[in-house]
């Protein structure tokens, strides 16, 4: 039998259906990204802080070490680069940045490969031992460091050589070499402690971004706009052609029909003087034309423009008009908004895209990327 009770028909149950499973769907994604991602902040944090080597591991690599100096990494194959043009590197620092995305395993444009071997971090250099010889960058003289966004290259400035060189790594070791040379760094200039700071502040910062369960929706929420074929944006088209279609009228300004049909009679040949002569006068005599109707101004945007400053009807206060930016918005968002798909697993903030839909992504790279870019921001 099926479910009327107080809330009416049955499809207010299967858009509570419908809306339930897209929420769970979208917060199960959310969760997973943001648990992924919390592990990796916490294994960096147990990195940082038991990452030690010992003389013992360079036992085999044709590498002397000094009295104090031990290995603590090492990685079989690597290339050595250098860049052909002048540049100025910036100044090495111990930010921890989060991985933007894969890297592509591409040499950039200006950098050759001039040997290949085995690259060693020890806690006073980076060694590269090469089929050609062997390349020292120590800590101590490094004026510049980069690390390229898209590619595996590392790029090192040191004060006795003026042609920048640097590494070439296979993509899938290079973020953990540049962890590991940052902490080999930071031990060198006795800020380790200083990284690990960095790490727990991140991690603090990722627990206040751990997506909530959404609140279960009801046949009771069901709005008839969403029984309508496009929901909320076929009601708002059809409500502007509604607005225009008379604005549209009345700047034609059509003449009036009665007026037409005098004047017709006007110009219609009289009949002769000889048939009534006392008659003929009064029967052609026209009335004169009625005043046309004077012209309505066309409304002024501001008239026509609602509440909210374009933003839809919603009762969470949401609108377009500038003010707080929303980086927790509430469970019920999507109800009123177009969310883009996987809305939840966003970091950031409320923004509206070109194409209407709305990402919780503000603020990022990647906002909207899919869907012709961020138009504006919606606020509170």
């Known amino acids: 039998m099926a479910k009327t009770e107080s809330t009416g028909s049955t499809w207010r149950y299967r858009w509570a259906h419908r809306q339930n499973v897209r929420r769970v769907s979208t917060y199960r994604g959310a969760e997973t990204a943001w648990r992924r991602r919390d592990d ?19 036992a085999g690599l ?106 070439l790594l296979p993509t899938d070791a290079a973020p953990d070499f540049r962890f590991k040379l940052t902490l080999a760094f930071a031990d060198a200039i006795e800020q380790r402690a200083a990284v690990i700071a960095q790490l727990d502040e991140l991690i603090a910062e990722h627990a206040q971004l751990k997506p909530f369960r959404p609140a279960a929706a009801t046949p009771g929420q069901a709005r008839l706009s969403s029984f309508v074929p496009g929901g909320r944006r076929s009601i708002a088209v059809a409500a502007a052609i509604a607005l225009l279609v008379p604005a549209a009228l009345i700047e034609s300004n059509p003449s009036d029909p009665r007026g037409g049909a005098e004047v017709a009679a006007a110009a219609t040949p009289a009949p002769t003087v000889s048939a009534a002569p006392a008659r003929i006068g009064p029967a052609l005599a026209l009335k004169p034309p009625p005043p046309k109707p004077t012209k309505s101004p066309r409304p002024s945007p501001s008239a026509t423009q ?38 939840w697993a966003g970091r950031g903030y409320l923004v509206q895209c ?19 870019g961020v138009r504006r921001t919606i606020t509170k």
């Open 40 to 58: 990796e902040l916490r294994q960096l944090r147990a990195l940082a802080a038991d990452f030690q080597g010992s003389a013992a591991a360079g």
């Open 62 to 167: 044709a590498l002397e070490l000094a009295a104090d100096e031990v290995v603590l990494w090492v990685l079989p194959a690597a290339q050595l680069v250098e860049v052909r043009h002048t540049a100025v590197l910036p100044a090495p620092d111990l930010t921890v940045a989060p991985r933007t995305g894969p890297l592509r395993p591409r040499r950039p444009d200006g950098v050759r490969v001039t040997d290949a071997g085995m690259a060693v971090i020890t806690s006073r250099r980076l060694v590269l031992l090469g089929g050609r010889g062997r390349r020292d960058w120590a800590y101590g003289r490094i004026t510049g460091l980069s690390h390229d966004p898209a590619a595996p290259v590392t790029l090192i400035q040191v004060l006795d050589r003026r042609r920048i060189s640097g590494l």
């Open 306 to 343: 609602g509440p909210r400053c374009g933003a839809p009807e919603n009762p969470l206060g949401y609108d377009f008009c500038g003010g707080t930016r929303i980086r927790k918005p509430a469970a019920e968002v999507c109800d009123w908004f177009d969310c883009v798909p996987q809305f």
């Open 354 to 372: 070109r194409d209407g839909s709305v990402s919780l992504a503000g603020g990022r790279s990647t906002a909207c990327a899919e869907h012709q």
